[in-house]
Structure formats: C-alpha cells, structure tokens
C-alpha cells in the first residue's frame, strides 16, 4: 500500500451502525486506500475483527483501552489473546496510558499496557498506543519496549503509531527516531 491509511478508526461501535456503509465509502471516495478499525476492549476487538472480514479495505487491531484497564480480567486477557491472532489483524492497539481522565488505576493501566506490548512482541505486530497526559511514564516504557522491538520488526518497518499524543515537538521527534509514527489528532483543534 502506497496511498493513505487512517490508522485509528473505531468504525465498528454502534454510533456508526446506521451509516458505517456511506462512512466507508465517503473515505474511499475522499482518498483513502484503507482503514485500521482499533478495538477498545474484548468486544470492540471482536466487532472490529468482523468489520476487517466484511470488508477488504479495513484492518483490525486488538486491545484495552487504558480507560478499560481494571476491567481486564484473566478471562479478558485470554479473550484479547486469542483474538489476536484472528485474520485481518494487523495491530495491538487501542493501547496505551491516560492520565488526563484516570478512569482506571494507573498501577492497572502500566500493568494492562505492559502485557500488550510483550503480545506485540510475541506477535511481531505494531501497536496504537494512546498517551493522553502521561508522557512521563510513557516514554521509558516505550522506549524500552524498542529496544526489543526494533530487532524482531525488520529495518523501516515503524513500530507502531501514537495516537493521542499530546507531547512537544521534541518528544514526537525522539519517537519518531525510536521508530513510531506521530498521528494528528483531533485535539489539536480544542481551544487552548
């Protein structure tokens, strides 16, 4: 693939259940060559896998939301494991740490986070990594992670994407270097 990909929809939750079709076709129309639906939990993961499978042109990643970190159980774990290894998957994603809004613990949501990026290891998949507020501990996680990474994933190939990034310029500079590509998202349009 050479043209744009939108690395984080979440197309398949209800909101789009009345006009997912006419959304799809609208990107396709405006340009976009594929679309990569992240899920946010076991069942967002599972609804995203069926979306991929209906449709050729999106991709599925599996995941827990960092706001969904101390509802993940072991039987969840197992759940998210298993479908990662589902067809059309080509994430582990929606992942990550937020600070902002502290739904889960942070103890769970580093704990979560860390158990993910050891699957994507396992799985030589990138990851969607969500940091909202939480720069601090991120980096030396990730950073880490890399170090690991880089090796198994092959020259050129990015490690993954940071979704909500709401660090500087110069942190989005030392990520790109350990291999993440840096989203636009649609914070940069809140006032302030």
Same mark, same amino acid.
């Given at each position: 693939?050479? %043209?744009?990909?939108?690395?984080?929809?979440?197309?398949?939750?209800?909101?789009?259940? !009345?006009?997912?079709?006419?959304?799809?076709?609208?990107?396709? *129309?405006?340009?976009?060559?594929?679309?990569?639906?992240?899920?946010?939990?076991?069942?967002?993961?599972?609804?995203?896998?069926?979306?991929?499978?209906?449709?050729? !042109?999106?991709?599925?990643?599996?995941?827990?939301?960092?706001?969904?970190?101390?509802?993940?159980?072991?039987?969840?774990?197992?759940?998210? $494991?298993?479908?990662?290894? $589902?067809? %059309?998957?080509?994430?582990? %994603?929606?992942?990550?740490?937020?600070?902002?809004?502290?739904?889960?613990?942070?103890?769970?949501?580093?704990?979560?986070?860390?158990?993910?990026?050891?699957?994507?290891?396992?799985? $030589?998949?990138?990851?969607?990594?969500?940091?909202?507020?939480?720069?601090?501990?991120?980096?030396?996680?990730?950073?880490?992670?890399?170090?690991?990474?880089?090796?198994?994933?092959?020259?050129?190939?990015?490690?993954?994407?940071?979704?909500?990034?709401?660090?500087?310029?110069?942190?989005? *500079?030392?990520?790109?270097?350990? %291999?993440?590509?840096?989203?636009?998202?649609?914070?940069?349009?809140?006032?302030?």
């Amino acid at each position: 693939m050479t %043209g744009l990909i939108d690395t984080h929809t979440h197309l398949q939750l209800r909101e789009f259940n !009345r006009d997912r079709e006419a959304v799809l076709e609208r990107a396709w *129309r405006a340009g976009l060559e594929a679309v990569v639906v992240l899920g946010v939990d076991a069942a967002s993961s599972e609804a995203a896998i069926a979306l991929a499978r209906a449709n050729p !042109r999106a991709y599925a990643a599996v995941g827990c939301h960092p706001h969904d970190a101390a509802r993940l159980n072991a039987d969840g774990w197992r759940r998210l $494991r298993e479908l990662t290894r $589902r067809p %059309g998957v080509v994430a582990v %994603g929606e992942i990550g740490l937020d600070f902002y809004r502290n739904l889960s613990p942070r103890e769970d949501q580093v704990r979560v986070l860390e158990q993910e990026l050891a699957l994507a290891i396992e799985l $030589r998949l990138p990851v969607a990594v969500h940091c909202r507020e939480a720069q601090e501990e991120m980096y030396p996680i990730l950073e880490r992670w890399s170090e690991t990474a880089r090796p198994l994933f092959g020259e050129g190939r990015p490690l993954g994407v940071m979704h909500y990034f709401s660090g500087d310029l110069e942190l989005a *500079r030392r990520y790109v270097e350990m %291999g993440f590509l840096i989203s636009i998202h649609a914070s940069v349009t809140y006032p302030g």
